[in-house]
């Protein structure tokens, strides 16, 4: 499948205008929270211990949705209707996350929101929106997909604790996709999302590199997480399945892998906590910066991984093998640091 320079050259305007807009909205919503008092005060779940504000996503998603709509109209994205509902999926799930923000909503209503836009979302998906090729029957395969994709939209909301982890992480996801569409231009589509995605982690992350002087906010860190898990599942049902678990490969070993834990130990896994493995590098007496440097290395490694299972059918494993040795040794790193605390200042 050939792509034109034209449209190459499209999403990457595109993206490298995101990054400049979101920069200056996020200022200017940093200033109209503060004047609001609304602020992220230190609690359980974060690992911050200053109130900072909360809700960049003001800035971040509408810029978001912008960029994606122009590259929807000039054609850089083959989505069509669909691409359409992806971004009305975001407005929404934005919009609730918002009032959530600012006075707190019931954990239900949340998950209610969520998998509704995400059952709505499964219809927008490429081919036939399967990720085991037949091997299961149709509304098993869907169930399936719908759960991981939910439970993305959660992990990118969990994993939101730390000044810069959010911020990178959409960047990186967002330079991965570029390059792997580079590799296959059957995924073009794909990774022009990836330069909006570069473009707006960057803009905000000027602003919440450590110490972080804003934070997403759940009106961020939702929408952008089912985005992101949409592009994802794209990924999935085309085959590319391995690429998809490699480059959040992080956020998803982490996020996954605290939760198995904290069942063992019959916690209540709805609760705030602190026990994800980047928060116990910390408590452990790691900077912020110094985390989310580890983490920027790990996804960089992730980004090759990725570029390797673009190449063929054989490197799919090759690159997922690698992914999850790297992933395990950050973790069992993270998680030996609380043990040994005063260590990395």
Sequence with gaps: MLISTELWLIAAAVGACALPITM?????VRKYLLSQGILDEPGERSSHTVPTPRGAGLAVVPVTIVALGVLLTTGAIFAGIAGWMIIAGMAVLATISWMDDQRGLSPLVRLIAQAGWVVLGLWTLPGDRMIFNGALPLIVDHVIVAVLWLWFVNVFNFMDGIDG???????????????????????FSLGSIG??????????LLWNWPPARIFLGDVGSV????????????????????????????????????LILRLKRGQRIWQAHRDHFYQKAVRGGMSHRQVTMRIVFLNIALIGFAAVAAIGPDGGYVGLAGAVIFVGLRLWYFGRRLKEPGIGH
């Design 195 to 204: 330069f909006v995605l570069a473009g707006v982690g960057a803009g905000f």
């Design 24 to 28: 200056f909205l996020t200022g200017r």
């Design 165 to 187: 982890l959010a911020g990178t992480e959409t960047v990186t996801i967002g330079i991965g996709l570029v390059l792997v569409a580079l590799i296959q231009p059957v995924l």
């Design 223 to 258: 929408p952008l997480g089912y985005l992101i898990g949409w592009v994802l599942m794209c990924l999935a049902v085309q085959g590319a399945w391995t690429i998809a678990l490699i480059l959040p490969a992080y956020y998803l070993g982490d996020a996954t892998l605290t």
